[in-house]
């Protein structure tokens, strides 16, 4: 059969088979992650019925799925709000670092893999997944709520540290000099800086160029710049993720409004695809040999992140219920993570770290937005109560 038919065939059915699986969970009145992360269990390696022609494909569309997540994300907020909110939580950050990273390089060290395996693992358990949190907050219409914009500057920080973090990890992976990794650290940094600062200096400039009255070329701009940007960013050492949120960023007032509307469908359609192709990547054979170790560094990070978040709601005055909420959102581990157990593994970090670490981030980017969707009942009547 011809190759292009049958990645048709197969990336149709992996669609419809989503849409099924979205009308169970609505059904059910739970988040449709988990059930898409199975989904890509049983078309990957080792899976019930592995792709063949379509996983490649699938993984272009997993990465523009994350830039769509954090371009709507940062639609919600302008320059501005971003910088005094990460003035504001920089203490909350700090804690958030020494928390959730503690716990991965501890049991490196415990299990004797080595300070470089250490490293690794301390970004695995640190990093919230952006990609997930969105769409958490997005489903369970959590975007408006005061803890929001704490969540967010967590989420930003988190990127702006893996913006230093995976230069380091990198040259610490191929044995470079310190010059080198000195070198690749202010690459990264000075990207962010940049962006920054164009999108607090420049964003009217960018607004006036993105603005259109038409629907089809006002998408094809925003969607065209943050892809660009993206590309950028990743190019020189920093997250694409970042890159389409200070894009969202710099769009700020109707136009955002629109470009969100305009983006949403979009955004679902690839967020989807983002979620089976992280499940297309890990073996399920490999991972229930290290199912012990994972489950219970799970409910350690579980334990950490909870605390971090409400220790940084409660700073900014956020009610009990609020505080719960940002810690809970903060709970799913995804894309930044398996990123670095990847670069670890390629390198020979040690044979049992990726499948501990797709194990992991798998309990709790199923667990996550499970949670949250569970505990909603409990958030409401403590409101009520307050």
Known sequence: MHHTAILFLEFGAVLLGLGVLGALALRAGISAI????????????????????????????????????LLTLGLE?????????????????????????????????????????ALAMAGVTYATSSGITAKVLSDLGWIGNRETPTVLSLLVFEDLTMAVYLPILTATLAGLSLLSGAIAVGIALATVTVVLLI??????????????????????????????????????????????????????????????????????????????????????TKILPVAAIAAALALVSMLTKLATGMYAARRAGISKAGQARAGIALVPRGEFNIVIAGLAVAAGAHPDLGPLAAAYVLILAAFGPLAAKLVQPLFEAIAKRA
């Open 34 to 69: 988990p059930l898409y992360l199975i989904a890509g269990l049983a078309f990957g390696t080792g899976g019930v019925l592995p792709l063949a022609t379509s996983e490649e494909f699938i993984s272009i569309g997993a990465e523009i799925g994350v830039v769509l997540l």
């Open 77 to 117: 907020y302008n320059a501005d709000e971003l910088v005094s909110s990460l003035k504001g939580n920089a203490r909350a950050g700090i804690v958030d670092l020494v928390l959730n990273a503690a716990p991965g390089a501890i049991l490196a060290l415990l299990l004797g893999w080595g300070p470089v395996a």
């Open 199 to 284: 999108a607090l200096r420049f964003g009217k400039w960018i607004e006036a160029f993105v603005s259109s009255p038409n629907n089809e070329v006002l998408l094809l701009k925003v969607v065209g710049l943050a892809l660009l940007v993206a590309g950028i960013a990743q190019q020189l050492q920093v997250s694409a993720a970042v890159g389409a949120f200070l894009v969202g960023i710099a769009l700020s007032g109707q136009l955002a409004h629109d470009a969100q509307a305009l983006l949403a469908p979009l955004r679902d359609l690839f967020a989807a695809v983002f979620f089976v192709f992280f499940g297309l990547q890990t073996d399920p």
